[in-house]
């Protein structure tokens, strides 16, 4: 069957260790046309992969499996799951790096009368008999979790790769949020190949406020106003605006905003109109 | 349809943006095949863009659509436009981005009995049907770019997806030029992963000249004869010749010539004989 | 065909040459499914890329075509090569990259029934007409083994494409050894990207030894028992473990063995119990 798999990792692409995902994976669904998200989550990142997979994952059909590890606690205690909503999938360790997907997922769909939370399903995946038989204790990306979602993309139904559970991981502090009501308080989320600084702050936050006015404050610098595009200001001014991933972003033109400002990946950002 | 669909840009691997055009487009067709050409065109640098795709873009099958985002008027007035030449597709922002590649297949197919000239076509792509229904400012190659070729390799016809033009952006100073008739003076088009150095010195313009005799000048350096491969000189000796992609190349074996020599993109090259 | 053809290179992927590879491929065969394993691997690397290319191979569909190209000696008089051994096959220059994958395959189908020697056939590649038109002195991997391997994804036979041959070339010291009977001596055979050190010592030679007991040496340090999984020592601290590929490694908790410890690429390790 022809269905997309993403695969989303830590790994880099200089080990083979994405190459031989894809080899199990096409061992068993030779069919299956597999795409990579990223493979430069910052070694054991989960906040960096849950938001950066999180902003990917909606530009993907509907009935894709998605794989994403990031996966600190390979070799312990902790679950690998999936997790079904509608006919997407998602398989990963259980360590909250889904939630912002699923978050996601959720508000997209919020008419009243969707029956969404009855259609979300998870599994616990114990089912050894779906992955590779020889499974090492450090990288289950290989051995567990491209073998499961070959046999998803197969059409093997989730309860048939583990036992059913209602509740999963998820991370806490992975969103801004509101301060004393006219405050947003948030984080860089990431910062990009450009040196663009992208923002955990959603532009729905943004919805009540004048742009115009909006002030934002990160290591010190005060940004005044959120633009539309960066050709309104000159070459090597930041600026502040609402970038392709539907967040806040600052950013300099033709330039590097993490490089001329000093900001660093989980800075915090303050929001105010 | 099984369709080859390339991507150049500059957008790198890390961020998921490659990840994000490629579920736009699978989205779209299903049966697309997507090829990588490169995604570590330096940021903005269309001169660097528009070599690097026209030397790569002529090994593709005749039938490919190619997708070219160096796009640093994203946002701006600049048109996206598509570009076609019998079969093959080019798909990219009007910045003459695609300069070398048109340039280089008139130049294959310059038989007399050619009537290429008629069957060049362009568009203008302003019909926003075959977009994302969402276009940001800062990204078209998910938005726009990406479903456009999607539609395209579906077989959707050029003039469908926008407004016949008759003109598009050139690239003035993208190739080599004669200077007082026996000197060729280029510039540096690309350093390669290992320090080889491709200048945009076209092997037909080294046709009348004696290999032996003759000099290349950059930086101050002067290199003797031209070679036919690295291994007629010694371990970290410095060498010209023409290299995989046509170009002249200044290279030192077993070393990087870029380091050693201290060369840089954009630097000037003057041949003589 | 749906066949996978696997690539390996030296290549990088900033330059188009992996790219071009692709392109030459699917216009031979449109439905090759290309993966890639590895374009990172050093410069000219040939052991490095033996051993990164014999990880990851066996991980792939037994129908599979591998391709790897580190290639120093090209357009010198080293010869092409491919190998078949059951449905696989392998083409690469005859430098010896191959060496630990052919040697893999053994010891896996080392049954005493096994006719696997009958079994392995190699040929000389020394038909051009299999080749592009044009053969570049400096990118065989484009111009000659990338239309090879899709050729033999097609159907076309092993002794169709060249002559056959009884030897090749294998690299002499790629694998760890025994001295004096009860050490091990073996080499850094790669850093990882998230700083693991991967030796050449497999798990089998471990076999013997109680990992209680065994004391592992390298620039300098000795490293105290063979442990299960990270999780064993607190962040932060070295430990040995037999990793992902089966091979012995050298670890930090939640950080770079090799800055730590200050290893390099082929550093020597001596393992004792």
Known sequence: MNRVITLTTDFGLSDGFVGMMKGVILGINPHATIVDITHDIAPQNIAQGAFLFANAVKYFPANAIHVVVVDPGVGSARRPIAIQIG???????DNGVLTLAIRDWKLEIQSPIS?????????????PEYWLPRVSNTFHGRDLFAPVAAHLSLGVPLEALGEPIGDWVRLSQCAASWRAGNEIVGRVAHIDRFGNVITDVGEEMLAGMDRARIVVMIRG???????AAYSTVAAGEPLA??????????????????????????????VSA
Chains 1, 2, 3 share one sequence.
């Open 87 to 93: 006919e997407t999938i998602f398989v990963a360790p």
């Open 221 to 227: 610098k005060t940004i005044r106003s959120v633009k």
């Open 115 to 127: 029956n969404l939370q009855s259609q979300v399903r998870a599994v616990h995946l114990n089912r």
């Open 241 to 270: 605006l609402v970038g392709s991933s539907g967040h806040l972003e600052i950013a300099v033109r033709e330039g590097s905003a993490a490089r001329l400002l000093g900001i660093q990946f989980g800075d915090e950002v303050v």
